[in-house]
T-cell receptor
Framework: DGGITQSPKYLFRKEGQNVTLSCEQN?????MYWYRQDPGQGLRLIYY???????QKGDIAEGYSVSREKKESFPLTVTSAQKNPTAFYLC?????????????FGPGTRLLVL | AQSVTQLGSHVSVSEGALVLLRCNYS??????LFWYVQYPNQGLQLLLK??????LVKGINGFEAEFKKSETSFHLTKPSAHMSDAAEYFC????????????FGRGTSLIVHP
């Protein structure tokens, strides 16, 4: 079955630590996205990528970094510079970069700070 | 620029009652409009979307929405609520020209009472 997988389901970060969230898709989609979800705030875009080896900052990129070395993979690193990382992180993909395209979401990773 | 307003962070209905979730948008170009549903601790999945053509759009699980350009609205309805409809619902808008990245509303939590 085609879809998006995110791992781990839960992730714990210690003070000053960088952590990486995994996102893999087998839908052959060109575009991939990372969103942060906080209660009552909807989804906020962190980074997005339209094509391999290219990515763009979203609305809240500070304290985060990404890479897109393979079409299937778009990992997100939460760095120690992100002072309030506790949130639910969602990865998504779409076939391309046209506005009418549906986004397909993974099951999410919940990041907690120890 | 584009934006979405979802009226009511929580909507409570009885099982069998009409469901109405409100969404108003702002867009400087013809919009593409989406409703997504999120069950607890899961990713989002598409309920329905409007791109062009018929303004009444039917989606999964008996939901439908009507695009009203004059009212800049895209309200989501279902004639009879089921307990399984309890979830978070997000309205989103993207542009037919320029930025294709959707803007999400803050979400409405649907509570269904027996």
């Amino acid at each position: 079955d085609g879809g998006i997988t995110q791992s781990p389901k839960y992730l714990f970060r210690k003070e000053g630590q960088n952590v990486t969230l995994s996102c893999e898709q087998n839908l052959n989609h060109d575009a991939m996205y990372w969103y942060r979800q906080d209660p009552g705030q909807g989804l906020r875009l962190i980074y997005y990528s339209q094509i391999v080896n290219d990515f763009q900052k979203g609305d809240i990129a500070e304290g985060y970094s990404v890479s897109r070395e393979k079409k299937e993979s778009f990992p997100l690193t939460v760095t120690s510079a992100q002072k309030n990382p506790t949130a639910f992180y969602l990865c998504a993909s779409s076939p391309g970069d046209r506005g009418q395209e549906t986004q397909y979401f993974g099951p999410g990773t919940r990041l907690l700070v120890l | 620029a584009q934006s979405v307003t979802q009226l009511g962070s929580h909507v409570s209905v009885s099982e069998g009652a009409l469901v109405l979730l409100r969404c108003n948008y702002s867009s400087s170009v013809p919009p593409y409009l989406f409703w997504y549903v999120q069950y607890p601790n899961q990713g989002l999945q598409l309920l329905l979307k409007y791109t062009t053509g018929a303004t009444l759009v039917k989606g999964i699980n008996g939901f439908e929405a009507e695009f009203k350009k004059s009212e800049t609205s895209f309200h989501l309805t279902k004639p009879s609520a089921h307990m399984s409809d309890a979830a978070e619902y997000f309205c989103a808008v993207s542009a037919s020209g320029g930025s294709y990245i959707p803007t999400f509303g803050r979400g409405t939590s649907l509570i269904v009472h027996p």
